[in-house]
């Protein structure tokens, strides 16, 4: 057990909180005071949240105790807080996916995965920060690590909100690298379920065959009470489970992932004891950035153009440049690009005839200085594109002592299974570790 | 029962058949050469045919009773002849999906859905005449009950050589009217079953959210025997089920239908002894046709201007117009055209809240004269466009005697309702017509 008797409320693990919430040990008033606290200690530093109202999440956790002492059916998320990225609509609360331009809107209903989180008892503690519609640029989020560093994109602040111990768990969104970027820059835990694992009814989809949830914890067994709440039949409780062979897999873009990034991961493979076998990557990858960006650009240009002309000028360069090249695409050059993600995708699955599990960096390295921009996700990306979950473990670190993700990828609808090797891996690593510094 | 002993086996219902092959009765050789006889005596005059081999029919079904008399476990269709409109690959007959583009094209492997037929023991029997790539164009096809009027497009072969008694059941394809049209034109039963019942792999697909199987035959327990053979765990037996309400529905483009039909759906539906409501098309009905015709024109320009101009220059006319309207969309017309595509079938399936099944006419009347042109697929499009499953059945005749077919649409997914429901409306035609005949 990691929980000792000191630990305050607002680092305990979500699985752990949430055991101690039922039995009457912690109430969600205290756990959500003492987040509430962190957060006001050290959010002029981090900037996770673009909404937060303290008496209404307290509000909130103090009707989730209610309940409980009234005896109530207790749902699997209850009392605990939990962040959610600014791309998810709340009924009580802002709703401007990070635009200037849709400042205060207020939505009528609740996106899909917020209904479920309520339903499971969840303390919606407010909205945070994300770049403007996800796109790739700078939002007002820090890394919680080192301020001048990137947090990456776009789910930064729910990633900083979970490494900065300010809740234990915070709800993302991908479609190129939006979780796994900031879990590997942040050092937690993210999770980019297979594609349709829930609902994303009432979230700022950019194209519907990349939209996904993502999900930021500290750690597998919280990912996995959080998927649980989201994706009915997901089991709760992860196994541990070693994969027959682990497939490396250096692409695409690896000449562009840092020397101590590169040095890291093959040191931490040198001492899996599993077999490894090196993939190489189908030639279906090479235009998987090219492939990504070129849907995106139909789809913001399809969603984003219709809009007056001076709402258009406020949007980040990103997105403006996204919507001029959409505008320039034929109908022919967009179904070439779902052929080609087609053909990606399928090449992407053929990848697990050899192996259970792909495993490879989640980053290019440490966090990015924001001076250079938000980070690359061109690692995540044809991942993403082909559909299949991936995880980022926090079991990294470059040249200057910052996280680095390892990313591992599961078979196509694999994702109870993704974790429970993620679980395997980890113990492995937590072993390593414990032997180098007993020795 | 309606065989007699006096009926020629081609003319045999193919559940009959098939049972009496099973049984010893008849033998597979005996029922195919009493097709290929009267294929012999009409195709001259109906053309339904674009590839047949006597002798190669006859050997597969020498092998089927072979098979028989070996006690081997029989398939669903064993032994019977089934036409194969020339759409779908065959590994042992030329496929080429009606274009002199593909002149003695020899696939190397079968369509997933003639490997489904092949393994349910159905005797290939040729392949049926389709237009070019299945578009509105006229074909060498002949409406066998007159030969000046138009078979319907575009699995023209299939239906006719079903009407025509050449097979008892016959294999088409549907994107947007290509069964229900000529089923309505030839007098038979056509079936198109939901989005995604079976594999399209292998065929002829123009737009994938668009296209289906069809399938033709004279009676409504063949069609579930065939539907059976290529969708596991589709029932093989309809039980006749009373609905509790038909939805009329008059549109699109009510005001082409002919005379005679309107006022032949106005009797036959004051007949029904059943509660009937008038519904309203939604607003998103409008542009269907608009909407499906945008949607070919850009998947045909992506699939066929890459090919050599000289090539492109034999296309028929529909076809060369369609790539040159697919050339100038846009890749953000295209994404519109997908948005109002979800947009109608959100509301098509809406309409299922008021009633169990939607009623409405398969063509605007009866067979056009091949002068002036194939025929209008424009009332059964939209309910193609939102995926649903659909059934013409023969019941109404025009003031020159021709078939006119009933068009019946079921709820999502609600394939096997739907052959119920249309089982039940048959019966009860057939009682109101002896009861007609009697008085």
Redesign the interface.
């Known amino acids: 057990m990691h929980t000792k008797r000191t630990v305050p409320p607002n680092r305990l693990p979500a699985h752990i909180a949430v055991e101690a919430i039922r039995c009457g040990r912690l109430s969600s008033f205290d756990l959500t005071l003492s987040c509430l606290e962190r957060i006001e200690a050290r959010e002029a530093s981090v900037g996770a949240w673009s909404y937060l109202d303290r008496d209404y999440a307290l509000e909130q956790a103090c009707r989730a105790d209610e309940h409980r002492r009234a005896g109530a059916v207790l749902g699997p998320l209850h009392g605990l807080p939990i962040g959610i990225k600014d791309v998810f609509d709340t009924f009580d609360m802002p709703s401007e996916y990070g635009s200037p331009s849709l400042k205060d809107r207020r939505p009528a209903a609740d996106a899909d995965a917020v209904t479920l989180l309520r339903a499971a008892g969840a303390v919606i503690m407010g909205k945070t920060v994300t770049s403007e519609f996800g796109m790739y640029a700078l939002s007002s989020c820090r890394n919680p690590h080192d301020q001048n560093r990137s947090p990456g994109v776009s789910s930064a602040g729910s990633a900083a909100a979970v490494a900065d111990a300010m809740v234990p768990l915070a709800l993302g969104t991908q479609h190129t690298a939006s979780t796994l970027l900031p879990a590997s820059f942040c050092g937690v835990f993210g999770f980019k379920p297979s594609f349709a694992f829930t609902s994303m009814r009432g979230s700022n989809v950019l194209v519907p065959r990349l939209a996904t949830v993502g999900l930021l914890a500290r750690n597998l067994d919280d990912l996995a009470l959080f998927a649980s709440a989201l994706a009915p039949g997901f089991k709760v409780s992860v196994r541990p489970l070693q994969p027959q062979r682990f497939g490396v897999v250096r692409g695409p873009a690896w000449h562009q992932v840092a020397a101590d990034a590169r040095a890291a991961l093959c040191v931490f493979l040198r001492k899996l004891p599993v077999a490894i076998a090196d993939l190489e990557l189908p030639v279906e990858f090479d235009r998987a950035v090219e492939v990504t960006y070129g849907l995106l650009a139909?789809?913001l240009?399809?969603r984003f153009?219709p809009m007056p002309e001076a709402t258009q000028k406020t949007y980040c360069g990103p997105l403006r440049a996204a919507i001029a090249t959409?505008?320039a695409?034929?109908?022919?050059?967009?179904?070439?690009l779902e052929?080609q993600a087609d053909r990606l995708t399928a090449a992407a699955h053929g990848l697990f005839a050899s192996c259970d599990v792909l495993i490879t960096l989640a980053s290019l390295g440490e966090a990015s200085l924001i001076s250079d921009g938000p980070g690359s996700g061109e690692l995540t990306m044809p991942w993403s594109l082909a559909g299949l979950p991936t995880l980022s473990l926090p079991l990294l670190k470059g040249d200057r002592g910052l996280p680095i993700g390892v990313q591992l990828v599961g078979a196509p609808g694999d994702d109870q299974r993704l974790l429970s090797i993620a679980a395997w891996l980890n113990i492995v690593c937590q072993k390593t570790l414990e032997t180098a510094q007993s020795s």
């Open positions: 139909a789809h240009a399809h153009a959409g505008l695409l034929s109908a022919t050059n967009y179904l070439r052929e």
